[in-house]
């Protein structure tokens, strides 16, 4: 079913290699074309022949398309918008892939023109592999695809794009890009933190080498290296771009985590059970809404 002449996806990583796939799969396009400014990434996108064409020049790979996605770190969106916008054909619809929303907007609607029209997007899903090869079809399949639409954007459009999302396997939402920024920052933006900080920690560990972290991770440890593995570039431009309400929950956080320190120290075992068995229900809400298996070590086979 096509549902735009032309796409072209700006950046083939993860999340743009995975889209490529997808959209040849489901046929929601008569030519896919994809850029990305690493020739290495085109290189592979070509031998694995993720797009109709592909090249390094993003304002080439714009030109002709109804729609365009941004699938590259959200830092580079300014500079991408103004050089991209121009080159947009008329009544082209720009979107992106990006955790974050208030600052994609505050970056590229200075660019847009009043013939084109911004939709920005999040399709909640991904692993924490990066590169051309990471990518797969299914990705989106089941997934969340949060769009955030400015205040007066084209109905048509927003629901063009709809169906594109839907198309792929996702369930579409609507959001606020203010709303929808608070909301990952707590499901998303700060559990990456966390990890990050905690796999830190580990490392300079003086008591303990690193090869007995590395030997004898749990479980537990094990997932937080998992999600501290995700790409670096993308996730240092996640928290800058949505540094008010990433401060805000870490400030929860550190509340409810000296709260915690306390129960140990003073042996409140009543209030610690409270806490697990809460937040163990918590646990079986999400696999009840369908966003985990019910299995251990969140759903992933002990030999992945």
Request: aromatic share 6%; glycine share 8%; net charge negative.
């Amino acid at each position: 079913m096509t549902i735009f002449n032309q796409i072209t996806l700006i950046g083939m990583g993860l999340i743009g290699s995975s889209l490529a796939r997808a959209i040849i799969e489901n046929k929601v396009t008569d030519r896919l074309v994809g850029c990305d400014i690493n020739d290495d990434h085109c290189q592979t996108a070509r031998e694995l022949k993720l797009a109709d064409h592909i090249t390094s020049d993003p304002v080439k790979a714009v030109q002709g398309a109804d729609l365009i996605i941004l699938a590259t770190p959200v830092g580079a969106y300014a500079d991408l918008g103004k050089l991209l916008c121009p080159e947009m054909k008329e009544g082209a619809i720009l979107t992106d892939v990006g955790s974050v929303k208030a600052s994609v907007v505050k970056a590229l609607s200075p660019h847009m023109r009043s013939d084109c029209h911004l939709i920005p997007g999040h399709p909640v899903a991904g692993t924490e592999q990066s590169g051309p090869e990471a990518g797969f079809a299914s990705l989106f399949e089941g997934r969340w695809c949060i769009l955030t639409p400015p205040e007066g954007t084209n109905p048509d459009k927003v629901k063009q794009l709809e169906k594109f999302w839907q198309a792929l396997g996702s369930k579409v939402e609507h959001m606020t890009p203010d709303h929808h920024d608070m909301v990952l920052a707590i499901t998303s933006h700060l559990p990456h933190l966390i990890a990050y900080n905690i796999v830190g920690t580990a490392r300079h560990l003086e008591e303990v080498t690193k090869s007995e972290v590395i030997k004898y991770s749990a479980g537990g440890f094990r997932d937080f290296t998992r999600i501290a593995a995700s790409d670096p570039t993308m996730w240092r431009d996640v928290f800058l771009n949505n540094k008010k309400a990433v401060l805000e929950m870490l400030g929860r956080f550190s509340e409810d985590l000296t709260a915690l320190q306390r129960s140990i120290r003073y042996d409140e075992g009543d209030k610690l059970f409270e806490l697990f068995d809460r937040t163990r229900r918590i646990r079986q809400q999400i696999i009840d809404a369908g966003q985990e298996e019910d299995v251990a070590d969140f759903g992933r086979h002990q030999d992945d």
